[in-house]
């Protein structure tokens, strides 16, 4: 499964992108992602960035953070920009390594010759960073960005619609699927997985895991946690068939992480280590604390709220922070 390399834009901006809402209704399947989808993810940036918290406390540092992103420069270079034109972003991935693959699917409201004029005016000018491509008959805007390996491909299926890959093939793919809609393609188990979302939620992910994909813990890691072994916890995820997570935001925040096990003896025993680091974290709290003051309110929602739970097959972790506490930690009066 591909990783997105991700610069932390500072504690609130972390803390309010995992998010806090009241349930509500399923998500629907994109029909956009192919058969081969292991994982989606989806962010509704339209909620994010109306929600009371990031209002008040984020949306100001995230603008000036997106102000010096070299990937929110050439989009805004190209007539786009997320924090007014976007309302959902779906990305669906599979595979690992050099054959990890991905699609991603934009909706929300485009002006789309305005973009594609500004995209050929950019290529004329930079076109060592912007390309206009054929494939078929469709035309491609090819985008480079620095310190990522393979130049982005994207079109614009419709005026709400925009694709994109690192294929040139699976972008025409997924724009002629866009126009015409149709049924959803994902595996029934990922479906299904889907299915059981919160549309309404600022964010989700969910993906199956395919026995003997994962190998263990990478050498070194886990092994100064005090009172986990890294090699029984290695072997533990090695059960791991799937998960979820769900973020929401409203004037608070919460997270809840879904771990699907093999089999219910297998969430078990993933379930007493999981304890174990939730202790063993919730001892550490109180240092972090002790060193910054301003801090202490989420320190202490995290200890009472950081708990993790075992119900058949499935192992949950959930965190809940307030608003007040952020704001607090923020320094903010209010």
């Known amino acids: ?125 930079d076109g060592d960073k912007v390309k206009i491509v054929n494939e078929g008959k469709y035309k491609l805007v090819q985008v480079t960005v620095d310190n990522v390996p393979k130049p982005a491909f994207v079109t614009f299926a419709d005026e709400k619609t925009i694709v994109g890959s690192f294929d040139k093939k699976m972008v025409v793919t997924a724009a002629e699927t866009a126009k015409a809609g149709g049924k959803p393609q994902l595996k029934k188990e990922l479906a299904s997985m889907v299915l059981k979302q919160d549309d309404k939620a600022s964010m989700y992910a969910c993906g199956t895991v ?28 090695k059960t791991l068939r799937g998960y979820a997570m769900t973020l929401r935001l409203t004037d608070d925040v919460a997270l809840e992480l879904d771990f699907g096990m093999a089999d219910t003896e297998a969430a078990n025993e993933f379930g007493q280590t999981l304890s174990q680091l939730v202790g063993t974290a919730k001892g550490f709290l109180p240092l972090i604390a002790g060193q910054q003051p301003n801090l202490k309110p989420l320190v202490d929602e995290v200890s009472n709220t950081l708990k993790s739970s075992v119900k058949d097959k499935d192992v949950t972790l959930t965190l809940r922070l307030s608003g007040d506490a952020i704001g607090k930690a923020a320094g903010s009066g209010d």
Do not use: C, H
């Open 210 to 237: 395919e026995k003997d994909r994962i190998k263990g813990l990478p050498a070194g890691v886990g092994g100064g946690i005090p009172g986990v072994d890294a090699a029984k916890l290695g072997e533990q995820l």
């Open 1 to 125: 499964m591909s990783r997105l390399s991700r610069r932390g834009v500072g504690l609130l901006t972390a803390v309010a992108l995992a998010v806090a809402a009241t349930p509500g209704r399923a998500a629907d399947i994109d029909p956009v992602l192919p058969a081969d989808t292991e994982s989606v993810m989806v962010v509704n940036l339209r909620q994010i960035i109306d929600a009371n918290l990031v209002k008040k406390y984020v949306l100001g540092q995230l603008k000036q953070v997106m102000a010096g992103n070299d990937v929110a420069k050439q989009l805004q270079e190209l007539g786009l920009d997320p924090l007014k034109d976007v309302d959902r972003v779906t990305v669906g991935s599979w595979g690992e390594g050099e054959d990890a693959s991905v699609v991603f699917v934009v909706r929300g409201k485009f002006d789309l010759e305005k973009m594609f004029a500004a995209a050929e005016a950019k290529a004329k000018t």
